[in-house]
């Protein structure tokens, strides 16, 4: 324990981070001299959207790097659906039973952010959606945060500690306004002195009404205004966004674009997304619902065998050219013109395939295109 009150890095690949009852396995088993060879596969039985996008695995694969079993896996950035195995470990259990935490954990709440960030993109259409919410949740998250919205497909994110490269976009607090005077003040004080590439997006909404603040933001040079009315000024949104655009339009500032923040969810998004030129969304994505992994034995020294309400045997999902997945036993021929969505990315402990973050790009390209042809927008 550090200074602040979290796991270290250390302590989680040393499979300290994990729930008693694997400690208690471990020395039932080891006492009674039992040590299977097992295959185990993770998948969620339901997601809380009609996919869920696979996010996660640069940390479970540095968790596995050095433990002697072989992990076969989806690529970050795949889409896949309930009940499908999106990665599967075979080893001595003894081996990796206690990782099983970190490892569930790792996947569950990256492949929820980008699971909700993907279906924002998804229905804003080309309007910008920006990841503004590493404050929702633990700093220490702020990282793996903004990688999964990332890669689900957000413009930008606003946390200094997201990997580098991402671009990183945000416009002022509340705060700075009323560091001054008045509210022009802060805007002219902001554009004087923000680099110029950053865009001049004002905040509008501090004491006065949307309204006129946006038209005073617009005769400073504006380049975009931004709404983050509070929940007890709200009444009708819409009604708000509608006016400030006339306002705005009516007045020759038809150039200057509306950006709205404050408890934006996917449902503000289908309603706004044509009046709205960008989102910034906070908790909708950073507090995402989890994805419900589960890591299950399906084969067994050999045979194969599964729990009640599980599958049994080695599968592989195959995905077929207008993008829908089966699900078959391994053993079995592939169906015709489809491809084979698990890869090797671990044997005997050696990692198969490169770690390093220059993989975002690829993952994010991945789900970009992969979503392309999801039946719901073709
Ligand atoms: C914060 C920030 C983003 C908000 C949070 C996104 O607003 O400006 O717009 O998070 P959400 O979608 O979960 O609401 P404030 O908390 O009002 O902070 P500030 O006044 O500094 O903008």
Known sequence: ????????????????????????????????????????????AALPQPWGVLCGLNDLLSLFEGIPVDVVAMPEGSIFYAGEPVLRITGRYLDFARYETALLGFLCHASGIASA??????????????SFGSRRQHPTLAYMIERSAWIGGVDGVSNT???????????????????????SDAWIAFDRHAPPEVPRVMLCDTFCDEKREALAAARLGAT?????????????????????????????YSDVKIFLTGGVDLEDIIKYRDIVDSFGVGGAIAN??????????????????????????VKEVYEFPDGTHTVLPAWYDAPKDCRALLKPVISNGHLLIDTSETCINDARKRLSENMRKLPQIQ
């Open 1 to 44: 324990m550090g200074k602040f009150r979290i796991v270290d890095s250390d302590t989680i690949k040393n499979g300290k981070c994990t729930d008693v009852y694997f400690i208690r396995t471990e020395e039932a088993l080891d006492a009674e001299g039992l040590n299977p060879l097992v295959t185990m596969e993770v998948s969620a």
């Open 117 to 130: 960030a993907s279906m924002m993109k998804l229905h804003a259409g080309d309007v910008p959606v920006h």
């Open 161 to 183: 500690c997201a990997p580098d490269g991402l671009p990183l976009t945000g416009t002022m607090p509340h705060a700075f306004v009323m560091c001054f005077e008045k509210t």
């Open 224 to 252: 975009a205004v931004r709404l983050d009315t509070p929940r007890s000024r709200r009444g009708d949104m819409r009604l708000i966004l509608e006016e400030v655009r006339w306002e705005l339009d009516i007045n020759g």
């Open 288 to 313: 995402a619902p989890v994805i419900d992994f589960s890591m299950d034995i399906v084969e067994i020294e050999g045979k194969i065998s599964a729990k009640r309400g599980k599958r049994s045997g």
